[in-house]
């Protein structure tokens, strides 16, 4: 059985969790960034290597000259409440989301 949540009126839902952001699509523009108020993902400089870092880091700093785009990435995924509004905002389509049993 996946695990459920519950509107305010007391219908059940299946939350769908945010469980993967695809780097190769991903265009950085932060629309999901803006809709998600629970602080699960940030931007990150992805490198040449597939690297990934976060800035205002010294790791960030170290390979600077070797980024080649930025990408979201989740830094607290047990912080999604799986409403989907990222998903329904983000037009690359780079977003996995289920259920959790
Ligand atoms: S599903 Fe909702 S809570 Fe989870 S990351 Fe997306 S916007 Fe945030
Ligand atoms: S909305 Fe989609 S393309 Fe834009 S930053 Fe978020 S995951 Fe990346």
Known sequence: MPMVAYTRGGAEYVPEFLTNIDPEKCI???RCYKVCGRDV???HG???DGEMVRPGTDEYDDVEDEIIKSVMSMIHPENCIGCGACAR???SDCQTHAAVD
């Open 28 to 30: 950085g523009c932060g």
């Open 41 to 43: 993902m940030t931007l």
């Open 46 to 48: 992805l490198t040449e």
């Open 89 to 91: 905002v983000c037009p």
